[in-house]
């Protein structure tokens, strides 16, 4: 019964669907049913249905919710589309070209333009905004999560105990002893 109107018997109990019956062409059947399935605590409901929007039919799956992937990098391989094609020191001859020190410095500065929303970055030489791509940007991103991270600095002691054990016994400068003649 895909394309016609026709009816199911919903039994559901404490809320939640426990069984369904049918599918019915006529109402009439499904009540006469529905009728010598009722028991305490149990509640029985007739649901119509028609087409292929009847969730309870067999065979009719209801439809799942596409995710958008108009957004999302499906591919999962940006470091490989970044640096491909390219020789190794590309991006720290770009940031020489620019002006800039080092290849990080030019990084930090290009990610910190792109994320304010700006798609150039100051070429240090010539005083002029240059156009960032988005390989280049790409580039600056690997740059900047490749880059050697720091130790987190160790936490000083400053408990009473850890003082005294550091404290060195003072020593006095006096002059030496005087030799005997």
């Known amino acids: 019964m895909a394309g016609k109107k026709h009816y199911h018997v919903e039994i559901r109990r404490n809320g939640a669907v426990y069984g369904t019956f049918g599918p019915y062409a006529k109402r009439s059947d499904a009540l006469a049913d529905a009728g010598s399935l009722g028991a305490p605590g149990v509640k029985v409901a007739i649901v119509s249905g028609s087409g292929s929007s009847c969730p309870s039919c067999p065979g009719k799956a209801p439809a799942k919710r596409r995710k958008n992937t108009s957004k999302r ?44 929303g700006h798609k150039s970055v100051k070429n240090k030489k010539t005083g002029k905004m240059q156009r960032v791509t988005v390989t280049t940007m790409r580039r600056a991103n690997l740059a900047l999560n490749m880059q050697k991270r720091k130790a987190p600095a160790k936490r000083r002691n400053t408990s009473k105990a850890a003082n005294r054990r550091k404290s060195k016994p003072t020593s006095y400068n006096l002059p030496p002893p005087l030799a005997r003649r």
């Open 73 to 116: 990098n499906t591919s999962g391989k940006w470091i490989q589309k970044a640096t491909a094609g390219s020789k190794e020191g590309v991006f720290t001859a770009q940031a020489k070209r620019a002006g800039y020190p080092s290849a990080l410095a030019f990084a930090r500065a290009i990610m910190k333009r792109w994320k304010a």
